[in-house]
Protein backbone atom coordinates (compact mmCIF):
# COMPACT_ATOMS: atom_id res chain seq x y z
CA UNK A 1 0.00 0.00 0.00
CA UNK A 2 2.78 2.56 0.97
CA UNK A 3 4.54 1.73 -2.37
CA UNK A 4 1.40 2.19 -4.45
CA UNK A 5 1.13 5.48 -2.22
CA UNK A 6 4.53 6.67 -3.44
CA UNK A 7 3.87 5.89 -6.79
CA UNK A 8 1.15 8.57 -7.02
CA UNK A 9 3.29 11.11 -4.77
CA UNK A 10 6.12 11.03 -6.65
CA UNK A 11 4.99 12.47 -10.00
CA UNK A 12 3.02 15.32 -7.82
CA UNK A 13 6.00 16.14 -6.13
CA UNK A 14 7.84 16.73 -9.08
CA UNK A 15 5.19 18.09 -10.32
CA UNK A 16 5.09 21.06 -7.14
CA UNK A 17 8.66 21.59 -7.33
CA UNK A 18 9.46 22.16 -10.89
CA UNK A 19 6.35 24.56 -10.62
CA UNK A 20 9.00 26.75 -8.64
CA UNK A 21 11.73 26.37 -11.03
CA UNK A 22 13.12 28.74 -14.14
CA UNK A 23 12.41 26.25 -17.45
CA UNK A 24 15.48 25.56 -17.95
CA UNK A 25 16.03 23.68 -15.12
CA UNK A 26 12.76 21.59 -15.05
CA UNK A 27 14.39 18.52 -16.95
CA UNK A 28 18.06 18.65 -15.91
CA UNK A 29 17.64 16.60 -12.64
CA UNK A 30 14.83 14.17 -13.73
CA UNK A 31 17.64 11.28 -14.68
CA UNK A 32 18.95 9.91 -12.50
CA UNK A 33 16.31 10.93 -9.51
CA UNK A 34 17.62 12.72 -6.90
CA UNK A 35 16.90 14.80 -4.21
CA UNK A 36 17.12 17.25 -6.76
CA UNK A 37 14.37 16.16 -8.37
CA UNK A 38 12.00 17.04 -6.27
CA UNK A 39 13.09 20.31 -4.66
CA UNK A 40 14.41 23.23 -6.73
CA UNK A 41 17.70 24.58 -6.02
CA UNK A 42 16.82 28.54 -6.79
CA UNK A 43 13.08 27.92 -6.23
CA UNK A 44 11.27 31.38 -8.06
CA UNK A 45 7.98 32.58 -8.60
CA UNK A 46 8.34 33.99 -11.88
CA UNK A 47 5.94 30.95 -13.54
CA UNK A 48 3.30 31.68 -11.23
CA UNK A 49 3.63 36.05 -11.59
CA UNK A 50 3.69 34.89 -15.72
CA UNK A 51 0.31 32.77 -15.20
CA UNK A 52 -1.79 35.52 -13.22
CA UNK A 53 -0.25 39.16 -14.79
CA UNK A 54 0.01 37.80 -18.39
CA UNK A 55 -1.91 35.02 -19.07
CA UNK A 56 -5.10 35.82 -17.04
CA UNK A 57 -5.09 32.38 -14.88
CA UNK A 58 -7.07 34.00 -12.32
CA UNK A 59 -10.25 34.85 -14.35
CA UNK A 60 -10.27 30.79 -15.22
CA UNK A 61 -9.48 29.66 -11.52
CA UNK A 62 -12.79 31.86 -10.56
CA UNK A 63 -14.58 30.61 -13.59
CA UNK A 64 -13.96 27.29 -12.35
CA UNK A 65 -14.78 27.71 -8.99
CA UNK A 66 -17.94 29.27 -9.65
CA UNK A 67 -18.99 26.49 -12.27
CA UNK A 68 -18.31 23.70 -9.91
CA UNK A 69 -19.97 25.48 -7.08
CA UNK A 70 -23.23 26.12 -9.49
CA UNK A 71 -23.30 22.51 -10.83
CA UNK A 72 -22.98 21.28 -7.34
CA UNK A 73 -25.50 22.95 -5.73
CA UNK A 74 -28.03 22.39 -8.31
CA UNK A 75 -26.94 18.66 -9.04
CA UNK A 76 -27.33 18.34 -5.20
CA UNK A 77 -30.51 19.82 -4.92
CA UNK A 78 -32.14 18.40 -8.08
CA UNK A 79 -30.35 14.53 -6.85
CA UNK A 80 -31.44 14.86 -3.74
CA UNK A 81 -35.41 15.20 -4.44
CA UNK A 82 -35.05 12.45 -6.99
CA UNK A 83 -33.57 10.28 -5.14
CA UNK A 84 -36.08 10.98 -2.11
CA UNK A 85 -38.95 10.15 -4.34
CA UNK A 86 -37.71 7.27 -5.40
CA UNK A 87 -36.74 5.85 -2.11
CA UNK A 88 -39.11 6.97 -0.08
CA UNK A 89 -42.48 7.47 -1.66
CA UNK A 90 -44.32 4.28 -3.22
CA UNK A 91 -45.58 4.85 -6.61
CA UNK A 92 -46.27 2.23 -9.26
CA UNK A 93 -43.52 1.65 -11.90
CA UNK A 94 -40.36 2.98 -9.38
CA UNK A 95 -38.27 0.46 -9.40
CA UNK A 96 -38.26 0.21 -13.28
CA UNK A 97 -37.70 4.62 -13.24
CA UNK A 98 -34.85 3.89 -11.21
CA UNK A 99 -33.05 0.96 -13.30
CA UNK A 100 -33.87 3.04 -16.60
CA UNK A 101 -32.00 6.44 -14.45
CA UNK A 102 -29.11 4.13 -13.55
CA UNK A 103 -28.85 2.65 -17.04
CA UNK A 104 -28.10 5.95 -17.98
CA UNK A 105 -24.55 5.69 -16.53
CA UNK A 106 -23.51 2.98 -19.50
CA UNK A 107 -23.92 5.74 -21.89
CA UNK A 108 -20.62 7.39 -23.01
CA UNK A 109 -21.01 10.80 -23.08
CA UNK A 110 -19.10 11.20 -26.76
CA UNK A 111 -21.94 9.11 -27.99
CA UNK A 112 -24.79 12.16 -26.99
CA UNK A 113 -22.21 14.83 -27.29
CA UNK A 114 -23.80 15.99 -30.90
CA UNK A 115 -27.04 15.98 -29.73
CA UNK A 116 -26.48 17.96 -26.03
CA UNK A 117 -24.29 20.43 -28.03
CA UNK A 118 -27.07 21.22 -30.77
CA UNK A 119 -29.63 21.64 -27.85
CA UNK A 120 -27.63 23.71 -25.95
CA UNK A 121 -26.85 25.74 -29.48
CA UNK A 122 -30.63 26.01 -30.17
CA UNK A 123 -31.45 27.21 -26.67
CA UNK A 124 -29.51 30.12 -27.19
CA UNK A 125 -27.02 29.16 -24.80
CA UNK A 126 -24.26 28.72 -26.59
CA UNK A 127 -21.19 30.57 -25.03
CA UNK A 128 -22.24 31.13 -21.98
CA UNK A 129 -21.53 29.88 -18.25
CA UNK A 130 -24.90 28.60 -18.43
CA UNK A 131 -23.64 25.89 -21.50
CA UNK A 132 -20.86 25.14 -19.26
CA UNK A 133 -22.99 23.59 -16.45
CA UNK A 134 -26.70 22.91 -17.37
CA UNK A 135 -26.15 19.35 -19.52
CA UNK A 136 -24.30 18.17 -16.09
CA UNK A 137 -27.04 19.20 -13.32
CA UNK A 138 -28.35 15.81 -13.13
CA UNK A 139 -26.20 12.77 -12.38
CA UNK A 140 -27.09 8.91 -12.21
CA UNK A 141 -24.58 8.18 -9.75
CA UNK A 142 -25.35 10.87 -7.75
CA UNK A 143 -29.30 9.67 -7.24
CA UNK A 144 -27.67 6.55 -6.65
CA UNK A 145 -25.78 7.54 -3.93
CA UNK A 146 -28.45 9.24 -2.05
CA UNK A 147 -30.79 7.16 -2.75
CA UNK A 148 -28.96 4.17 -1.03
CA UNK A 149 -28.94 6.50 2.23
CA UNK A 150 -32.61 7.48 2.07
CA UNK A 151 -33.71 3.38 2.02
CA UNK A 152 -31.87 3.58 5.39
CA UNK A 153 -33.94 6.03 7.31
CA UNK A 154 -36.23 4.08 9.48
CA UNK A 155 -39.89 4.61 8.21
CA UNK A 156 -41.16 5.23 11.93
CA UNK A 157 -39.11 8.98 11.36
CA UNK A 158 -41.12 9.90 7.95
CA UNK A 159 -44.23 8.57 9.99
CA UNK A 160 -44.47 10.72 12.58
CA UNK A 161 -43.21 13.43 10.86
CA UNK A 162 -46.33 13.29 8.55
CA UNK A 163 -48.43 12.93 12.16
CA UNK A 164 -46.90 16.00 13.17
CA UNK A 165 -47.86 17.61 10.13
CA UNK A 166 -45.51 17.93 8.25
CA UNK A 167 -45.86 18.26 4.51
CA UNK A 168 -43.96 16.19 2.16
CA UNK A 169 -41.30 18.52 1.06
CA UNK A 170 -40.71 19.27 4.50
CA UNK A 171 -39.96 15.92 5.84
CA UNK A 172 -37.68 15.84 2.61
CA UNK A 173 -36.09 18.75 3.49
CA UNK A 174 -36.12 19.34 7.22
CA UNK A 175 -36.00 15.31 8.08
CA UNK A 176 -34.50 13.44 5.60
CA UNK A 177 -31.63 15.60 4.42
CA UNK A 178 -29.83 16.69 7.83
CA UNK A 179 -29.58 12.42 8.18
CA UNK A 180 -27.76 12.04 5.41
CA UNK A 181 -24.86 14.64 5.60
CA UNK A 182 -22.16 12.39 4.83
CA UNK A 183 -23.88 11.29 1.33
CA UNK A 184 -24.08 14.71 0.40
CA UNK A 185 -21.00 15.63 0.81
CA UNK A 186 -19.30 12.58 -0.77
CA UNK A 187 -21.86 13.28 -4.06
CA UNK A 188 -20.82 17.08 -3.61
CA UNK A 189 -16.90 16.21 -4.07
CA UNK A 190 -17.18 13.51 -6.36
CA UNK A 191 -19.43 16.33 -8.52
CA UNK A 192 -17.39 18.81 -7.59
CA UNK A 193 -14.00 16.92 -8.59
CA UNK A 194 -15.80 16.25 -11.99
CA UNK A 195 -16.69 19.59 -13.03
CA UNK A 196 -13.28 21.13 -12.11
CA UNK A 197 -11.77 18.74 -14.25
CA UNK A 198 -13.72 19.22 -17.28
CA UNK A 199 -12.01 19.78 -20.55
CA UNK A 200 -13.93 18.55 -23.59
CA UNK A 201 -16.75 19.75 -23.16
CA UNK A 202 -15.68 23.61 -22.05
CA UNK A 203 -13.92 23.46 -24.89
CA UNK A 204 -16.26 22.48 -27.89
CA UNK A 205 -19.18 24.92 -26.46
CA UNK A 206 -17.53 28.08 -25.47
CA UNK A 207 -15.31 30.48 -27.66
CA UNK A 208 -14.72 33.47 -25.39
CA UNK A 209 -11.95 33.82 -23.66
CA UNK A 210 -13.68 35.14 -20.61
CA UNK A 211 -15.23 31.74 -19.95
CA UNK A 212 -11.90 29.97 -20.19
CA UNK A 213 -11.95 27.48 -17.40
CA UNK A 214 -8.59 25.91 -15.63
CA UNK A 215 -7.76 22.82 -17.88
CA UNK A 216 -8.62 25.20 -21.07
CA UNK A 217 -6.15 27.76 -20.14
CA UNK A 218 -3.56 25.08 -18.98
CA UNK A 219 -3.99 23.66 -22.76
CA UNK A 220 -3.02 26.74 -24.51
CA UNK A 221 -0.04 26.75 -23.03
CA UNK A 222 0.94 24.46 -26.02
CA UNK A 223 1.52 25.92 -28.87
CA UNK A 224 2.87 25.17 -32.50
CA UNK A 225 5.84 27.15 -31.44
CA UNK A 226 6.70 26.17 -27.87
CA UNK A 227 5.72 24.20 -25.05
CA UNK A 228 5.97 26.57 -22.20
CA UNK A 229 6.43 23.56 -19.38
CA UNK A 230 7.63 25.88 -16.83
CA UNK A 231 3.62 27.52 -16.63
CA UNK A 232 1.99 24.26 -17.69
CA UNK A 233 3.90 22.74 -14.00
CA UNK A 234 2.53 25.81 -12.16
CA UNK A 235 -0.57 25.98 -13.76
CA UNK A 236 -1.59 22.23 -13.08
CA UNK A 237 -0.19 22.71 -9.45
CA UNK A 238 -2.48 25.64 -9.08
CA UNK A 239 -5.24 23.85 -10.72
CA UNK A 240 -5.21 20.85 -7.72
CA UNK A 241 -4.88 23.13 -4.94
CA UNK A 242 -8.50 23.46 -4.52
CA UNK A 243 -9.20 19.90 -4.33
CA UNK A 244 -6.46 18.99 -2.36
CA UNK A 245 -8.13 21.46 0.30
CA UNK A 246 -11.18 20.79 -0.38
CA UNK A 247 -10.38 16.86 0.65
CA UNK A 248 -8.48 17.51 3.59
CA UNK A 249 -11.47 19.62 4.71
CA UNK A 250 -13.73 16.83 3.97
CA UNK A 251 -12.24 13.76 4.00
CA UNK A 252 -14.31 12.55 7.35
CA UNK A 253 -17.35 12.72 5.96
CA UNK A 254 -16.31 11.64 2.20
CA UNK A 255 -15.26 8.66 3.55
CA UNK A 256 -18.52 8.09 5.98
CA UNK A 257 -20.51 8.59 2.51
CA UNK A 258 -18.85 6.51 0.26
CA UNK A 259 -17.83 3.64 2.98
CA UNK A 260 -21.63 3.63 3.83
CA UNK A 261 -22.60 3.40 0.69
CA UNK A 262 -20.86 0.16 0.30
CA UNK A 263 -22.13 -1.21 2.87
CA UNK A 264 -25.35 -0.73 1.19
Known amino acids: MIGV???????????AGSSFRPREEIFRYVNPVSWRTFIPLAPT???????????????ALANSMVIALVTVAITLFIGSMIAFALARIKFPGREIVFV??????????ETIMVSVFLTIQRLGLFDTYAALF???????????LLRQHFRDIPDELQDAAIVDGCSLFRVYW???LPNIRP???SAAFVKFVFSW???LWPLIVTRDPDLTVVQLAISRLFTDQNVLWELIFAGAFIGTVPLIILFLFLQRYYVEGVVTSGFN
Open 134 to 144: LPWVTDAFIIF
Open 5 to 15: AFFFVFPYLWL
Open 45 to 59: LDNFRHLFFERNFGR
Open 197 to 199: DAF
Open 174 to 176: NVM
Open 183 to 185: ALV
Open 100 to 109: LILATILIPF
